[in-house]
C-alpha cells in the first residue's frame, strides 16, 4: 500500500456498483486499485451496505489502518453507520444517486428537461421504463455497453450542476 490508509466504495445496486467499476477501470477516480480495501472484489455491492457485515469482513482485519469508506446510495435519508469501536479507525464519504440512478439515463437521452414535466408524478425509474421504453437500464450488460467513458463523465457532469446539497460521483472524480 502507498499509504496508511484504505479507501473503501460501497454502492447500493449493481448499476451504481457496474457505473463505480467503469471509472475505476479507466483510473477516473480519486483513488485507484493501490489504494482499495478489497483487490479482489475493489467497488463493494449491496451486502456491505451493513456495517456489520463491513466490520467482520474487513474492519477486524485492517484494525492498523485509516480506512475511508465512500458509500453511494439515492437516499438522502440513508447513512452508513459504523460501530463506536470504529470510529477513530474510519471516515464515510457519503455521495448520492438522487432521486435514482436512472436520471444518467435520461440525461444521456437529453431528456432531463422533459422528464421535469413529469417527476411530480413519476420516478426516474418509471418514466425510463414508460417513456423511454427502455427496461434494462440497470443492467450490468446495458450499462457496460450504453455508457462509454465519454458519455458517463458527460452525464455526471451535468448531473452535479442540478444537485446543490449533497455530493455525488462526479465529486470522486479525479479530473474534474
Request: aromatic share 14%.
Amino acid at each position: 500500500m502507498k499509504t496508511n490508509k484504505l479507501e473503501a466504495c460501497i454502492c447500493e445496486g449493481a448499476a451504481e456498483k457496474t457505473i463505480m467499476e467503469i471509472l475505476l477501470e479507466n483510473n477516473l477516480l480519486s483513488f485507484d486499485y493501490n489504494d482499495v480495501i478489497d483487490l479482489l472484489n475493489p467497488i463493494l455491492g449491496s451486502y456491505y451496505r451493513n456495517h456489520i457485515n463491513f466490520e467482520n469482513e474487513y474492519l477486524n482485519k485492517y484494525s492498523q489502518k485509516k480506512i475511508i469508506i465512500y458509500y453511494i446510495n439515492d437516499s438522502t435519508k440513508e447513512h452508513f453507520k459504523i460501530s463506536k469501536k470504529y470510529f477513530s479507525l474510519v471516515e464515510v464519504v457519503e455521495f448520492k444517486t438522487t432521486p435514482e440512478i436512472e436520471i444518467l439515463y435520461i440525461i444521456a437521452q437529453n431528456k432531463y428537461k422533459d422528464f421535469q414535466k413529469y417527476k411530480s408524478s413519476m420516478k426516474p425509474s418509471e418514466y425510463v421504463s414508460n417513456i423511454l421504453k427502455v427496461k434494462s437500464v440497470k443492467n450490468y450488460n446495458f450499462i457496460k455497453s450504453y455508457f462509454t467513458i465519454g458519455i458517463l463523465l458527460d452525464v455526471l457532469k451535468y448531473y452535479n450542476k442540478t444537485i446543490k446539497n449533497h455530493k455525488t460521483i462526479y465529486d470522486l472524480l479525479e479530473l474534474k
